[in-house]
């Protein structure tokens, strides 16, 4: 898949969509459409459509971001090691776009134990998949 250029990106998503999504930057906690959201289907990369993560993965952390306990299998997801902030985390990011997701954390419920803690607003949903 070819990538866009910023200014593509910039007039086809939202200021928060492109702020979280090309600048790495996170939605405030408990303000993002899917934190609270428990429809049946897929979340896709609000950047280039590719499907990321199930409804069935989802789980309520109490964080105020989505979370997950597993991609969808086959996602491109990357991991990469984030040393912002003072602390040591790993950044979620679309492999597909380079698109910044969010986190992943190891606290996260059985099977996996982990919570992908990921932004509303890098994120489409698609009941129909």
Known sequence: MSKKLNEQYKAELSPIEYAVT???ATERPFTGKYWDFWS???YHCICCGTPLFESEAKFDAGC???SFFVPKEHAPIE????????MIRTEVRCK???AHLGHVFEDGPEPTGLRYCINSASLK?????
């Open 125 to 129: 949903f698609d009941s129909n998949d």
């Open 79 to 86: 991991e990469i090691r984030d040393n912002s902030h003072g």
């Open 96 to 98: 597909s776009c380079d």
């Open 64 to 66: 105020g971001w989505p």
């Open 40 to 42: 049946k289907g897929t």
């Open 22 to 24: 090309r600048e790495a």
